[in-house]
């Protein structure tokens, strides 16, 4: 008897250790000027090591591309007013290279030279009794955007150089999604499978979830003031950005102005597309693509998106319907990536 109790208890043990449950650790705090959420999955993590890496991942990123830091790298390349090649981290450079090729796939709608644009019409301490700026104004600044124009990138040097001493770069559209993938690499070399990094609403998820279920993504209606959810998204191993126009504007006699800016008219866009999501194999090119997408508006970026076999998701208001109604568009590949096609 006593080897088959033996037996018995050493079975036993083993059904316990096979069906030990992972751990799961949630992350969350403030970056970048917004908020990150992390959920990792997996065998005996250590949350506060995990956590101190998350930090340390996140504090590099920001050193690198915030222009809220005055003394990132990208702000410190922007403050100089030399037109000499100046060397750049390889993050950096890297994070430039991406930005280049959605510019000229966009035909130059996404650029980070947009800075000057922007300021100029208020996105940021605007207020309401603020003028709507005059033609020549827009020109001036429209002067000093044109990121194919302006900068000089040498990937082998790995140099920036500015063909104009006054051009400045803002990668807002960019780095939160190189952050987002910098923060899921490092869970990866960690051992972590099954993960979501969100930062400001844009993603990557890997795996499934702490149910072991496929990751499901809401995209929301683009109703200021809700959470009601337009489509849900099943993620796996990849990237996910939404941009809309519904959260960010401001309305002068009675016109609608947009903080999307189109870079060819130094104008807020007018187009009835007010909201964009893309997936991506990563999280940085789904962000600067959301951001391309919402500047074209469907009719321009659905051409775009199936000739570069992007995966899009568009909104936009119903003209037909009134402002309260709206109408919905999938590419081909965001259909394959649902597994509507």
Excluded at 131 to 150: K, N, S, W, Y
């Amino acid at each position: 008897m006593r080897p088959l109790i033996a037996l018995a208890s050493l079975l036993f043990v083993s059904a316990c250790l096979f069906d030990k449950e992972p751990d799961v650790v949630r992350l969350s705090g403030e970056t970048m000027g917004t908020t990150f959420n992390i959920t990792a999955i997996g065998d005996d993590l250590d949350e506060a090591a995990l956590g101190q890496a998350v930090q340390e991942t996140l504090a590099q990123v920001n050193a690198k591309m915030s222009n809220w830091d005055p003394n990132s790298e990208v702000s410190t390349f922007s403050a100089s007013d030399s037109t000499e090649p100046m060397p750049v981290s390889d993050e950096f450079a890297f994070v430039i290279e991406a930005a280049n090729e959605v510019h000229e796939k966009s035909g130059g709608t996404f650029d980070v030279t947009l800075g000057p644009l922007i300021e100029l019409w208020g996105f940021g301490p605007r207020k309401p009794e603020d003028p709507v700026p005059a033609d020549a104004e827009i020109a001036t600044a429209l002067a000093q955007v044109g990121q194919a124009r302006l900068l000089i990138l040498d990937s082998a040097a790995r140099t920036l150089a500015k063909s104009d001493a006054g051009v400045g770069i803002n990668l807002s559209a960019i780095a939160k999604g190189y952050g987002i993938d910098a923060v899921a690499a490092q869970l990866r070399d960690a051992g972590i499978e099954n993960y979501m990094v969100e930062i400001g609403g844009d993603l990557v998820a890997m795996g499934e979830n702490d149910k072991g279920e496929s990751w499901r993504i809401g995209i929301e209606k683009p109703e200021a003031g809700t959470q009601a959810i337009q489509l849900i998204v099943p993620l796996d191993n990849l990237g996910m950005a939404t941009s809309g126009d519904y959260k960010n504007f401001f309305e002068q006699d009675g016109v609608r102005y947009s903080h999307i800016i189109d870079p060819v008219t130094g104008r807020p866009i007018t187009h009835r597309t007010t909201s964009v999501t893309v997936l991506a194999d990563d999280a940085m090119m789904a962000d600067a693509w959301a951001t391309a997408m919402l500047a074209l508006g469907q009719e321009k970026g659905m051409e775009i998106a199936e000739k570069n076999k992007l995966a899009v998701f568009f909104i936009s208001r119903d003209v037909t319907s009134g402002e309260e109604a709206y109408i919905t568009v999938q590419s081909s590949a965001f259909k394959d990536a649902l597994g509507t096609n």
